[in-house]
């Protein structure tokens, strides 16, 4: 957990691997699901272009489904999900369900100047989805993908007032959530500052048995 660009899509694949646990970023589902221009995916792209919150009651019908996948009867690590009170509490409910629970909530804390620069420069190649930052990690070539030449794209909700609005919505309807999970003693925080090896080495000291 955490805001808008404290690096959750970036150490959730690699804490997945060190687990062995899917990944499931529910940020990733939508997009999808607007790709394929699906109900789904059309009803959610105007919340999603405007950096507001897709509606509970999508999100949790996606997860739901999602736990019911064979991959995920040993666990999974959720990315972007739960995002309101009422998700981890349907989320909660879901695996009582299914005999199960969370096992932790992880908050990645970064100040917020540092969120609004990581945020306004990302960009994505249009082909193979490799990742760049416009001031940190630019590809060779401006607007060219160092691996296969493709197009990159900066992202709707990256915008500087998308971003304005997205780090609002998180501090009105998100953070409440870290209060949930602190009350129920499953809430740990990671400083996410530093390199991303370094933050990756945090998460996995606080995973460890």
């Known amino acids: 957990m955490g805001p ?29 699901e607007v790709a394929a221009a699906s109900d789904l995916g059309l009803k959610a792209r105007t919340f999603m272009d ?10 949790i019908g996606m997860i739901v489904s999602r736990l019911q996948a064979d991959d995920a009867s040993e666990g999974i690590i959720l990315d972007g999900f739960p995002r309101t009170v009422a998700q981890a509490v349907a989320l909660d409910e879901a695996l009582y369900d299914a005999g199960g629970s969370i096992d ?8 917020r100047e540092v969120l609004v ?26 607007g060219e993908c160092d691996k296969c030449g493709g197009e990159l ?11 304005k609005n997205r780090l609002q919505v ?7 959530v870290l209060d949930y999970y602190r009350g129920r003693k499953k809430l740990i925080t990671v400083d996410g500052a ?3 090896d370094g933050v990756f080495e945090s998460l996995v000291s606080a995973t460890s048995p």
């Open 153 to 163: 794209e900066q992202r709707e909700d990256d915008q500087p007032e998308a971003v």
């Open 117 to 142: 620069n990581r945020l306004a420069g990302r960009a994505t190649c249009k082909g193979c989805k490799t990742p760049y930052h416009l001031t940190y990690s630019p590809p060779a070539t401006a």
């Open 194 to 196: 530093g390199s991303p």
């Open 50 to 59: 405007a950096g507001d919150l897709v509606p509970d009651h999508v999100m």
């Open 4 to 32: 808008p660009g404290a690096g959750k899509g970036t150490q959730a694949p690699r804490l997945s691997d060190h687990l062995k646990a899917p990944h499931v970023s529910t940020g990733d589902m939508l997009r999808a």
């Open 104 to 111: 932790l909530a992880i908050s990645i804390d970064v100040d």
């Open 170 to 176: 998180f501090d009105k309807q998100t953070a409440p």
